[in-house]
């Protein structure tokens, strides 16, 4: 349980991403703390779309959200909910502000308001609205007004963020803020507080690019009579060379990352880390992270990208996850690759294999290509090397025994292997490798008892003819 709340309250988070873009890595992070923080408190999580930016928000992005969020297991127990769906909402907040004057119409034209900025830029002060229209509506009739927030004068906005602890700001650092435009659309701030109040969010945790937000969202709430939740403001992510993550240190979507052949559980493994920790534990399972995971844990300090540690953390979850959950992502990239998984051994069966020897399940299918395709010849480098005219008898031993095999398994292969070496008195190896080049093309493959395995008898038998064949057409030429 979440440490420190009432008892009775039920902890409701929500991610609100703005839909202009994919999912990216930070986004991802972030809903998964919003996601982790309620589920293990047992409370509900919450999709917000905040598409109120009509011109930069697409249906597209939106989907891709959806996408990143269902690829990653982030599952909702509300939403997606639309702020598009909800001006009739926002406007009729506003006009309550409005009818108690805790908000006004403001009538400033553009050119004061830029005269305004122009002066107080010069005087070396920070721009701000100077109240012009508080008391008053100047000029009322003549342009359209915009709504803003009469945000308290003077005193200090004090709140406990839970990452960053006490944070002050005095009201006289903060303007008016408009919360409708003169078309009536409400902003960000705006939205965002009548949101998380209509949906009684417990705990708002964002990024902490909205740290300087939060105060003029606290005073809003006030002005509504309502007591704001908890706020926890995470650190960017950033890359290797601590600038902010941006698409130039490579894949910063999360989709990107399944199609580069990264497990989900690996990356949300990865994410949670970037930022929280547990001692020096590395590896969590989703059921431990719902046991330890809190907010209140989560280092202020950005944390940087690491993709080795990606790296390592998808190996292990492609070991360590059962091969049926592994193959359910791999047939993915099969399709993905072109690479048809029923002319094949089971994905499960090459899962077993090959987890071990790749870093992603791109590289897995791409180099499991011999096992569902035919070669496309022998590698010339690899064939002169280990098909030679010596080889001959060594083939022929092999797919004589290999034909008349029983029990097509790894055990029983490795065998048939060590016969034929005893029986011609030959080292493993100079049986070994010919077969090898034979089988997969090149001298790079698992090891010999399971390349036979996956390749399956009558794709070995076939290959070994061929390399018998090219073996013989050698010894003539010679
Ligand atoms: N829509 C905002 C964003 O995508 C998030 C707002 C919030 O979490 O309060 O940055």
């Known amino acids: 349980m979440a440490r420190g709340l009432a ?35 047992g409370g509900q999580f919450i999709l917000r779309i905040e598409d109120t930016d009509l011109e930069r928000s697409t249906a ?68 701000r609205y100077d109240g012009h229209c508080r008391d008053g509506a100047a000029g009322a009739g003549e342009t359209s007004p915009v709504v803003r927030f009469r945000n308290p004068a003077d005193g200090t906005v004090v709140f406990e963020d839970l990452v960053r602890g006490t944070i002050r700001i005095s009201n006289a650092e903060l303007d008016d803020l408009v919360i409708a435009r003169p078309d009536g659309s409400p902003t960000y701030n705006f939205t965002v507080v009548v949101d998380d109040l209509d949906m009684r969010i417990t705990h708002v945790i964002r990024g902490d690019d909205h740290i300087n937000n939060t105060p003029r969202q606290i005073n809003i709430y006030r002005a509504l009579g309502a007591e704001p939740p908890a706020f926890a403001h995470v650190p960017m992510i ?36 970037l930022g929280w920790s547990h001692g020096d ?14 907010v209140r844990d989560v280092n202020r300090k950005a944390a940087a990208f690491d993709p080795d540690k990606l790296d390592w953390l998808n190996q292990h979850y492609q070991r360590s996850l059962p091969a049926a959950e592994v193959a359910g992502h791999l047939a993915w990239q099969f399709e993905a690759l072109g690479i048809d998984a029923g002319a094949g051994p089971p994905l499960t069966d090459l899962v077993g294999v090959q987890a071990d020897r790749v870093k992603t399940l791109r590289e897995m299918a791409e180099q499991s290509r011999v096992f569902y395709q035919e070669l496309e010849g022998f590698e010339a480098g690899a064939a002169r090397k280990h098909l030679r005219p010596v080889c001959e008898p060594v083939l022929r031993a092999l797919r004589e025994r290999l034909r008349d095999l029983v029990d097509w398994s790894p055990e029983s292969l490795n065998n048939v292997v060590r016969i034929v070496a005893d029986e011609l008195e030959v080292g493993m190896g100079k049986v070994a ?5 034979a089988l997969a093309g ?37």
């Open 281 to 294: 534990q590395e590896v969590f399972s989703v059921a431990e992270l719902l046991e330890r995971f809190d």
């Open 7 to 41: 008892g009775a309250m039920t902890v409701r988070t929500r991610f609100a991403p703005s839909p202009t873009g994919v999912l990216h890595v930070g986004g991802a992070r972030t809903a998964l703390f919003c996601w982790l923080q309620a589920r293990a408190a």
């Open 60 to 127: 597209e992005s939106v989907q891709a959200i959806l996408d990143g969020m269902d690829w990653l297991g982030l599952d909702y127990d509300e939403g997606p909910h639309y702020q598009s769906q909800r001006f009739e909402r926002y406007a009729a907040v506003a006009e309550e502000l409005l009818a108690q004057g805790k908000a006004y119409r403001c009538y400033c034209s553009k050119q004061r308001l830029e005269a305004l900025r122009a002066q107080q830029m010069q005087a070396g002060l920070k721009p």
């Open 442 to 478: 090149s001298a790079v493959s698992p090891s010999i008892d399971r390349t036979l395995w996956l390749v399956g008898r009558d794709r070995s038998l076939r290959r070994l003819d061929d390399a018998l064949e090219y073996v013989v057409f050698r010894a003539e030429r010679h």
């Open 238 to 273: 950033l890359g290797a060379d601590g600038a902010r993550l941006s698409k130039r240190h490579g894949a910063v979507g999360v989709m990107q990352y399944r199609d580069l052949g990264y497990l989900p559980q690996a990356l949300l493994n990865y994410l949670v880390r």
């Open 433 to 437: 490798q010919p077969l090898r080049v």
